[in-house]
């Protein structure tokens, strides 16, 4: 069990660039998850995926955010047009369906 | 909107003594309740769970759940300075997304 892996580690853009940040669940795990989480706060939930199939939004996604997974396997966050308060660390969590959730090391983005 | 809170802290414990952390949510209809553990700078690990259908221990650790007063609780018993992190308590509806406090900081003093 390798345990959810995310990449990059860290990324610094400036604003009105985009980015994309991958996760890699855990193997058997069919759902993955996407959080953010800012200085002091909880993680706040984005979207989640069962399978390949994207089954809930946040209203904090908003359109210039984008979620993919594929094949089932591996999912991209994509943020377009990056904005300083988009600075935050970004979590993936994966499980299996109504169990509980193993989080990734994060992707912490600085937007300056 | 539904929501958890708990105590920012931050709680100073002596090495050795039992640290009792708590949260409570406000949707009722809450079914599964988690514990991470955050380091600074790390990602939230998992330390604790618990279903709507009674308390559980696990080494050092004990949560409980109080339903009628939407109320959740970690104890950590003989606690150590390693055991120094923010503690995020979350809970989840339907075994889908995970609703977060904001987490309590403790810190043991050796």
């Known amino acids: 069990d390798t345990g959810v892996s995310q990449d990059p580690r860290h990324k610094i853009t400036k604003r009105g660039q985009n980015v994309t940040f991958r996760c890699d669940p855990i193997?058997?795990?069919?759902?993955l998850y996407w959080y953010r989480q800012t200085l002091g706060q909880g993680p706040e939930f984005l979207t989640y995926?069962?399978?390949?199939?994207?089954?809930?939004k946040s209203r904090l996604l908003s359109d210039r955010f984008s979620a993919e997974r594929p094949k089932g396997s591996f999912s991209t966050l994509e943020i377009q047009r990056t904005e300083q308060g988009d600075s935050a660390m970004y979590l993936c969590a994966s499980s299996l369906v109504t169990s509980e959730q193993y989080f990734g090391p994060g992707t912490r983005l600085t937007v300056t | 909107q539904k929501e958890v809170e708990q105590n920012s802290g931050p709680l100073s414990v002596p090495e050795g003594a039992i640290a009792s952390l708590n949260c409570t949510y406000s949707?009722?209809?809450?079914?599964?309740f988690f514990w991470y553990r955050q380091y600074s700078g790390k990602s939230p690990e998992l330390i604790m769970f618990?279903?709507?259908?009674g308390d559980k221990e696990d080494g050092r650790f004990t949560a409980q759940l109080n339903k009628a007063s939407q109320y959740v609780s970690l104890l950590i018993r003989d606690s150590q300075p390693s055991d120094s992190a923010t503690y995020l308590c979350a809970v989840t509806e339907y075994g889908n997304k995970l609703v977060f406090g904001a987490g309590t900081i403790l810190r043991v003093k050796s």
């Open positions: 995926f069962q399978n390949e199939a994207q089954l809930e």
């Open positions: 193997s058997e795990h069919n759902r």
């Open positions: 618990i279903y709507s259908n």
């Open positions: 949707d009722r209809g809450s079914q599964s």
